[in-house]
């Protein structure tokens, strides 16, 4: 079965859903629940959703189709900023740690989920002597679960799906220590939380005895407990990479759109209960949290997939319009948000609840008829082949690396000239890739349109070249480039506006006057602006002192 009927006993509908109006005040009293007494109570709770591959241009389009809508009626009833930019590398891990702490991968030291640090060990290290050699891939991803097949994570869960929201997101119980890069200093293994340089809201609240939760795509999503590893009292982490249930065998929730709307929906339901009071599994009351929300997965899917639900995915040709299954992507979203806001209303919380809605990425290209998929796996065999026919009894000279819509390379030899011998092929080769209809194509300068290498890596990401974090090569690439061996017709994680251009809305009712901003914010400016919502003081995040990160102009 692949609907949640189930899970939904106490959900509102979607009938009711559509008929709300925002923002709305709560209608009815309820014994231990906020109210708004004469429009002067501050905010108590700030809702934080990331609808991950959105951008601005969907929500104009949405909401021009739509005016009736849910995420209309958001977007009229709060500030919406026009010209949003995510954080560079524009990724995941990067993208939602910017909105959480503030801060960029210069301050943070996230910049992929699967990076490297040249000053940790491997995975299974267990004897550290001083001055052993140090440099290690670093991935904080699926590959870190106990069983990255099962949406449980290897909790052991029975009787799945009906248990799924029974899992918790205790590290300990969901991640391997043994797939953690290992600290040299203290012999033991980094977990996601340990990695992130800064503290962020969700730690920030705790100090002031806030309750807080979080759903997200993977445990490795611990990363936004904080170095503390106890902001996020309710983390709710299934694992998106896992088998989906009731799917054929192998496929996970990002094969087939209508599962990761599945998938998106076990988040909702979480979301559902935390507003009725509960934890996410409802097993629990203990309060509405002060800080909570989730990420959804679906809109990112049906912009990557070619086809799926006999539906073509991503932007018609040409244009920056939804396709089919994009555009019935994005009524999900609606609806679910729908479900969400009536909730909130049901219980007495739309005037004590800001609702922020963003996406912790864009994605690259809209438009189909400008993509080129190129494999990136020749390229790297290239250069490492060229490297060790120049340096006999080297090896390989790239040892860690992510290429979606951006060529990023960390170097078994951190020099100026090992960055350059990369740089240097980059642009003195051609690349071949296929283009959406499967016509060849070669593309100059292997597809990267500008590469920065050693220092100049350093100096874009404003770090010093000391720095163990950064990639020592960092190339974006051609309009429409995207590498893969796959079929996917857009990616992210690249410098483009199309990766970096995404909706944000805020709405705080009787706090935040509606209106439009049309001028340049960044989405890591949210994280102060959470706190700023609940009276709380921005510069407690660290992040925001080392930046200057700005509140949100009109928020």
């Known amino acids: ?100 702490t503030g801060g960029d991968p210069s301050v943070t030291g996230v910049y992929y989920d699967a990076s490297y640090n040249r000053n940790l060990l491997p995975p299974g290290t267990t004897s550290c002597p001083p001055g052993a050699p140090t440099g290690t891939a670093v991935n904080y991803d699926e590959s870190i679960d106990k069983d990255s097949s ?24 969901l991640i391997n220590p043994a797939a953690l890069p290992v600290d040299p200093h203290t012999c033991t ?22 309750r807080t939760a979080w759903s997200d795509k993977h445990p490795a999503y611990d990363i936004l407990n904080g170095p503390s590893g106890a902001g996020i009292q309710d983390l709710f982490t299934p694992e998106i ?42 097993t629990t009351q203990v309060g509405v949290p002060a800080i909570f929300g989730m990420n959804f997965q679906t809109v990112s899917t049906a912009q990557k997939l070619h086809s799926s639900d006999g539906l073509a995915g991503g932007y018609l040709p040409g244009t920056d319009t939804p396709g089919p299954l ?40 809209i438009d189909p008829n400008a993509l080129t998929r190129i494999p990136d796996g020749p390229i790297v065999d290239a250069i490492n082949a060229a490297w060790t026919a120049a340096h006999p009894g080297a090896g390989d000279l790239i040892v860690a690396g992510t290429n979606d819509d951006a060529f990023q390379a960390y170097l078994s030899e951190h020099t100026q000239a090992a960055a350059d011998f990369v740089k240097h092929y980059l642009l003195t080769n051609t690349a071949t890739g296929v283009t959406i209809n499967g016509t060849s194509r070669t593309l100059q300068q292997s597809g990267v349109a500008k590469v920065f290498a050693g220092h100049d890596a350093a100096a874009y990401f404003h770090v010093p070249f ?57 989405t890591t400016q949210i994280a102060p602006t959470i706190l700023r919502l609940l009276g709380l003081n921005p510069f407690e995040l660290q992040a925001v002192r080392e930046e200057g990160t700005a509140v949100l102009p009109g928020s």
Do not use: C
């Open 241 to 282: 990479n896992s088998n989906a249930i009731g799917f054929p065998a192998g496929d996970d929730w990002t094969s087939d759109n209508l599962a990761t709307q599945q998938y998106d929906s076990y988040k909702v339901q979480a979301v559902l209960n935390e507003i009725d009071g509960y934890d996410h599994s409802r």
């Open 466 to 522: 000391g720095d163990p974090a950064y990639p020592d090569v960092w190339a974006p690439v051609q309009h429409g480039v995207v590498y893969t061996k796959g079929s996917k017709i857009a990616e992210h994680g690249g410098t483009g506006a199309e990766n970096r251009h995404v909706l944000l809305i805020v709405l705080a009712p009787r706090k935040v006057a509606p209106g439009v901003v049309d001028e340049r914010v960044e």
């Open 326 to 365: 994009l555009s019935k992507a994005l009524d999900y979203i609606n609806t679910e948000l729908g479900l969400i806001v009536a909730e909130l209303k049901t219980q007495g919380l739309s005037g004590s609840t800001a609702i922020i809605i963003s996406a912790k990425h864009g994605q690259s290209p």
């Open 189 to 210: 293994p980094v977990y996601p939380h340990q990695y992130l340089r800064v503290n962020t809201v969700f730690e920030v609240a705790r100090t002031h005895g806030l």
């Open 150 to 173: 099962s949406i449980d994570a290897g909790q052991g869960l029975s009787g799945l799906p009906g248990s799924i929201l029974q899992m918790t997101g205790a590290p300990q119980t």
């Open 1 to 100: 079965m692949r609907g949640l009927s189930t899970l939904r006993v106490l959900g509102a509908s979607a009938a009711a859903a559509a008929a709300i109006a925002i923002p709305v005040a709560a209608s009815s009293a309820h014994p231990g629940r906020d109210h708004d007494h004469g429009g002067h109570r501050a905010i108590s709770h700030v809702l934080l959703i990331s609808v991950d591959g959105m951008h601005q241009s969907d929500l104009v389009w949405y909401v021009r189709n739509h005016p009736g809508s849910t995420l209309a009626q958001l977007a009229e009833g709060g500030v919406q900023y026009l010209r949003a930019r995510t954080p560079v590398p524009s990724d995941s891990f990067p993208g939602m740690v910017g909105q959480v």
